[in-house]
């Protein structure tokens, strides 16, 4: 009998946000906290992290590991809060919400497609997906319209980083529109960032 294969463990992904010392003074007084973003289904829709509390290094760690649920509306500039239970999903399985509004657990093989799937029986509802950072469950991506009938996404391992003024993890957003910087691992999983320059006038480079 041949001995069971055991799937390779995730890959845990690092991304280090360096603030300059000269830049935290005038960011601070003007309300700015840093934002992270994660790229789902080709857009940015949901505010991963925002940060007032961030020092000159900043760490944020994640795997990919996954929930989906459902809510009634994209607003933007609100806050996602999940209306149906959420459900943990790996890439490969599919949840069904149900006519009751009820997520149910996740079926099927799981592999590396990198891709999850929710069928609707609901109704017309928005979908949304968490992902754990720093080791809690988080918003990472809400559907900018309702959805009825079957609908896969596809998070990959791209960020944003920006600073924007008075904005709050899980703030929903459209495509983060502020200046900041793009960040694709590209097969690594660790990658570094900074904002430095003149007071004032700093900008985002990748190191």
Known sequence: MSPLRSRAPKPLYTLVVEIANNQMETLKEGGFNLCVAKKANGAYTVVWSGKSDYLHENTFSWEED???????????????KA????????????????????????????????????????????LGVNQKLNGT??????????????????????????????TETSTMIFNADEPGIEVSYAGDISKTVAYEGKVGLGQWVQK
Do not use: R
């Not at 996954?66 to 996602?80: D, H, R, W």
């Not at 943990?88 to 657990?105: E, K, R």
């Not at 469950?137 to 008075?166: D, N």
């Open 137 to 166: 469950f988080l918003p990472v991506f809400v559907s900018p319209t309702v959805i009825s009938g079957t609908a896969t996404f596809e998070p990959i391992v791209e960020v944003k980083v920006w600073l924007q003024s008075h």
């Open 66 to 80: 996954y929930q989906v649920f459902g809510l009634n509306k994209f607003k933007l500039g609100a806050l996602v």
């Open 83 to 126: 209306e149906t239970n959420e459900v943990d999903i790996a890439f490969g399985q599919t949840c069904t919400l149900d006519s009751a509004g009820v997520m149910s657990p996740a079926t099927g093989p799981t592999d590396d497609s990198g891709v999850f799937t929710v069928k609707n029986e609901f109704g017309k509802i928005c």
